[in-house]
């Protein structure tokens, strides 16, 4: 679901297209970073004029290409994680902008599968499932009876099955049943932050081993528009020296966005991997900055 109002088609990108073309966008200056390209070349490149992609990217993000280049770029983190004020393993910090009209945390009220229903890996549970748009491509909605269960990314509609099937094989057992009419609310919940508020919390169900659960209550804690490290995290849980095992526990997070998995990053700073790729895992935390 797109958060921002229709705008005829005549005029620019319809909004459906909307991050096809930030993606392109996300990946040329992360590309030429260094470079600092002009939206004016960039547009060029693209084959677009230069007002019609300043109005898609400031319309589907919320800021200008270049205030969201500031935003996320992996020197800007790593510049804010290494200042001499802001120990490297202690703080979280502020990736985005911020100032008084900082929007409320997405409140997300969450409860864990038992240990035994873990390890029937999905057994007795029915899955039901849609594909549907959303402000960073194609999502995959995946929902039980209990809530939100998973949240994934198709890059278009031909990645579809592949995205279904890396997400059906998490929870082998289970019975899966499309129904976008029961997955619906959940995307709506998800990306409308007019639909962020405790009073009627998102209902989410971890369906993980113990230690990735652990992890993944740990992501809930990071407010939006800030980042910790994989070594906060580890901290978080008890477990200090468990880095790596936290980092491979946050690359299994099934519930993306929701389970702000984009907010953790390698010690230096470096945006480090994401399951459904670095490109999205920027677009997210610009989109974040910009709604900050």
């Known amino acids: 679901m797109n958060a921002f109002s229709p705008i005829p088609a005549t005029d620019i990108t319809p909004e459906g297209e909307d991050y096809a073309v930030v993606k392109q966008v996300i990946e040329r200056i992360t590309l030429d970073y260094r470079d600092q390209p002009s939206l004016e070349r960039i547009a060029a490149d693209l084959d677009r004029s230069p007002t019609q992609l300043q109005k898609v990217f400031t319309r589907w993000a919320g800021l200008s290409p270049k205030a969201f280049l ?44 038992s240990p035994g229903e873990w390890k029937a890996k999905g057994g007795g549970l029915t899955i039901s499932y849609g594909f549907h748009p959303s402000p960073f491509g194609l999502a995959l909605v995946m929902a039980t009876d209990r809530g939100l269960a998973g949240l994934a990314f198709a890059d278009d509609e031909g990645g579809k099955a592949a995205c279904f099937e890396d997400m059906a094989k998490r929870w082998p057992n289970a019975v899966y049943v499309e129904d976008q009419a029961a997955t619906a609310p959940y995307i709506a919940r998800a990306f409308d932050p007019s639909c962020w508020c405790a009073e009627e919390p998102l209902r989410v169900v971890l369906i993980g081993s113990d230690f990735q659960v652990r992890v993944w209550q740990s992501l809930l804690k990071i407010p939006f528009g800030k980042a910790v490290t994989y070594s906060d995290v580890a901290r978080d849980i008890g477990q200090p020296t468990a880095s790596r095992a936290v980092g491979a526990a946050i690359g299994r997070n099934p519930i993306s966005f929701v389970v702000p998995c984009h907010r953790a990053l390698g010690k230096s700073g470096a945006l480090t991997g994401y399951h459904w790729g670095l490109t999205r895992k920027r677009a997210i935390l610009g989109w974040e900055a910009g709604k900050a």
């Not at 510049?79 to 902008?97: D, K, N």
């Not at 911020?98 to 009220?109: A, K, N, Q």
């Open 70 to 113: 500031q935003a996320v770029t992996l020197d800007h983190a790593k510049r804010l994680l290494g200042h001499e004020q802001l120990p490297l393993l202690e703080a979280s910090y502020e990736v985005g902008l911020s100032g008084p009209g900082r929007l409320h945390d997405l409140f997300v009220t969450h409860e864990a599968m």
